[in-house]
């Protein structure tokens, strides 16, 4: 069917949606994309330093600049052909909105760019009556105020995979009494010592998806080892097995926190990802496994720790010494926690300082990984919640060969402005890489760290 000019739409894009996605200009199909002035002088104050922010302005500067071309100002003010590539015709068109006075302005006070830029979007809408003008920010207040003036508003959605976190795969599915109640027929192999069942695929276990665990009430522990159409290859596990498995001294404390635990330790997992609420046990596991795993068996050469923290990038540069003493106080955490697997030690101070004179441990800036590859590495990404989706593929990219990377967040402590846990970037990993054979993830439950903490996240 021919497209008609009544469906085209004209988005308007704030800057903050550029920041969170530098490539966005390319996601809106056959419509019309406009980009402000005061946009591309708010990138331009920002584009300047190392911290991911100015990189990711950079980014979006030099696409738009590739887009425009050699086109002439009518050119760019009537809209440029999006070329994404040179196998697909155009689709959709992009122009750069200037500060033009019209009689459909509405005369916010320009004090603030926002107001700019909505008063732009009102001249826009009264020039092209045909088709919807749509303001596309992050910002809630911003979509507020264009609403108020009559312009159409919403958030960008495109990175967004889900509209709930409940949706969100937990890693595991859970059965009253006996899993095998519901299973009319199954097929078991035995090789190498290892126990595999081959089950039909139910209603109930359509959802699932390889290396996520099936855990019964009567003490079934099962991992999915490989997914077709119509069956599940399930991998027996033993419970008291599993619960009996230790990581530089660390024994896990529950069934979850186990079945974490042989996803860190495993050496064909590439991927681990580990949500839950604080005090859970997301951090003290990787760090366990991450000395295990470089100390013990020697897997890998070096544990490289950092952390997404709301400011980190601006102010680190303010602080004063190395990289490792500017990142000590974002990384209090991990020190915390390398404590707490000492603590039974007859000098603690000691045995840390040890550790950290010994183990190949380095904490590094988030600007530091960026455009680096880290070869047999094991990378462990603290605060993954706060981190955009494109923040997080340009991270997890920086895996090279024989790296392992170990994601932490917790969905509900996000400080990161413009930021909810659907569009957070953990949200987006967990899944975007769900049936990816070297990943697993993992929704810790409960609050070991103290009855205060568990009554502080339920009541608080």
């Given at each position: 069917?021919?497209?008609?000019?009544?469906?085209?739409?004209?988005?308007?894009?704030?800057?903050?949606?550029?920041?969170?996605?530098?490539?966005?200009?390319l996601n809106f199909e056959e419509h019309h994309v406009v980009i402000p002035l005061t946009v591309l002088e708010e990138l331009d104050k920002l584009k300047n330093g190392k911290s991911s922010i100015a990189a990711d302005c950079r980014q979006a500067i030099r696409l738009i600049d590739k887009l425009l071309g050699d086109?002439?100002?009518?050119?760019?003010?009537?809209?440029?052909?999006?070329v994404r590539n040179e196998k697909s015709p155009p689709q959709g068109t992009i122009s750069i909105l200037m500060d033009l006075d019209g009689s459909h302005r509405v005369q916010l006070p320009e004090t603030l760019n926002d107001n700019k830029i909505i008063n732009g979007l009102v001249t826009l809408k009264g020039k092209?009556?045909?088709?919807?003008?749509?303001?596309?920010?992050?910002?809630?207040?911003?979509?507020?105020?264009?609403?108020?003036?009559?312009?159409?508003?919403?958030?960008?959605?495109?990175?967004?995979?889900?509209?709930?976190?409940?949706?969100?795969?937990?890693?595991?599915?859970?059965?009253?009494?006996?899993?095998?109640?519901?299973?009319?027929?199954?097929?078991?192999?035995?090789?190498?010592?290892?126990?595999?069942?081959?089950?039909?695929?139910?209603?109930?276990?359509?959802?699932?998806?390889?290396?996520?665990?099936?855990?019964?009430?009567?003490?079934?522990?099962?991992?999915?080892?490989?997914?077709?159409?119509?069956?599940?290859?399930?991998?027996?596990?033993?419970?008291?097995?599993?619960?009996?498995?230790?990581?530089?001294?660390?024994?896990?404390?529950?069934?979850?926190?186990?079945?974490?635990?042989?996803?860190?330790?495993?050496?064909?997992?590439?991927?681990?990802?580990?949500?839950?609420?604080?005090?859970?046990?997301?951090?003290?596991?990787?760090?366990?496994?991450?000395?295990?795993?470089?100390?013990?068996?020697?897997?890998?050469?070096?544990?490289?720790?950092?952390?997404?923290?709301?400011?980190?990038?601006?102010?680190?540069?303010?602080?004063?010494?190395?990289?490792?003493?500017?990142?000590?106080?974002?990384?209090?955490?991990?020190?915390?926690?390398?404590?707490?697997?000492?603590?039974?030690?007859?000098?603690?101070?000691a045995s840390v300082e040890y550790i950290l004179q010994k183990v190949p441990i380095q904490f590094k800036s988030l600007n530091y990984i960026r455009g680096r590859s880290f070869q047999h590495s094991l990378i462990v990404i603290d605060e993954c919640q706060n981190l955009t989706p494109h923040q997080m593929k340009t991270?997890?990219?920086?895996?090279?060969?024989?790296?392992?990377?170990?994601?932490?967040?917790?969905?509900?402590?996000?400080?990161?402005?413009?930021?909810?846990?659907?569009?957070?970037?953990?949200?987006?990993?967990?899944?975007?890489?769900?049936?990816?054979?070297?990943?697993?993830?993992?929704?810790?439950?409960?609050?070991?760290?103290?009855?205060?903490?568990?009554?502080?996240?339920?009541?608080?």
């Amino acid at each position: 069917m021919a497209r008609t000019v009544s469906q085209e739409k004209t988005y308007v894009l704030d800057t903050n949606v550029l920041i969170h996605d530098p490539n966005s200009v390319l996601n809106f199909e056959e419509h019309h994309v406009v980009i402000p002035l005061t946009v591309l002088e708010e990138l331009d104050k920002l584009k300047n330093g190392k911290s991911s922010i100015a990189a990711d302005c950079r980014q979006a500067i030099r696409l738009i600049d590739k887009l425009l071309g050699d086109a002439t100002p009518e050119e760019i003010e009537k809209g440029v052909d999006i070329v994404r590539n040179e196998k697909s015709p155009p689709q959709g068109t992009i122009s750069i909105l200037m500060d033009l006075d019209g009689s459909h302005r509405v005369q916010l006070p320009e004090t603030l760019n926002d107001n700019k830029i909505i008063n732009g979007l009102v001249t826009l809408k009264g020039k092209h009556k045909h088709r919807p003008t749509i303001l596309v920010s992050k910002d809630i207040n911003m979509r507020l105020k264009a609403r108020a003036c009559g312009v159409e508003a919403e958030d960008y959605h495109t990175d967004q995979l889900i509209d709930d976190i409940d949706l969100l795969p937990k890693g595991y599915a859970e059965f009253s009494a006996s899993f095998w109640d519901n299973i009319n027929k199954v097929e078991t192999m035995q090789m190498e010592g290892v126990t595999e069942h081959l089950i039909p695929r139910l209603p109930e276990l359509k959802e699932l998806s390889v290396n996520e665990f099936l855990i019964d009430d009567q003490g079934f522990v099962g991992r999915i080892s490989r997914v077709d159409t119509d069956h599940l290859i399930v991998r027996d596990l033993s419970r008291d097995r599993l619960l009996e498995q230790e990581a530089w001294g660390l024994v896990p404390r529950d069934i979850y926190q186990a079945i974490a635990l042989q996803l860190l330790l495993d050496p064909d997992i590439h991927l681990v990802n580990l949500t839950g609420a604080a005090g859970s046990g997301k951090t003290i596991l990787a760090l366990a496994a991450a000395i295990e795993m470089t100390v013990a068996s020697k897997r890998y050469k070096r544990i490289i720790v950092t952390r997404s923290t709301q400011g980190l990038d601006e102010d680190i540069g303010f602080l004063p010494g190395t990289e490792a003493e500017k990142m000590e106080p974002w990384l209090g955490a991990i020190t915390d926690n390398l404590e707490a697997l000492h603590s039974d030690d007859e000098n603690m101070t000691a045995s840390v300082e040890y550790i950290l004179q010994k183990v190949p441990i380095q904490f590094k800036s988030l600007n530091y990984i960026r455009g680096r590859s880290f070869q047999h590495s094991l990378i462990v990404i603290d605060e993954c919640q706060n981190l955009t989706p494109h923040q997080m593929k340009t991270i997890i990219t920086r895996a090279g060969t024989g790296s392992k990377v170990i994601c932490l967040g917790n969905l509900a402590q996000i400080d990161t402005a413009y930021l909810n846990a659907p569009s957070s970037g953990l949200t987006y990993l967990t899944e975007r890489f769900r049936g990816f054979q070297h990943n697993g993830h993992v929704h810790l439950r409960g609050v070991p760290r103290s009855v205060l903490a568990e009554f502080a996240e339920a009541n608080l």
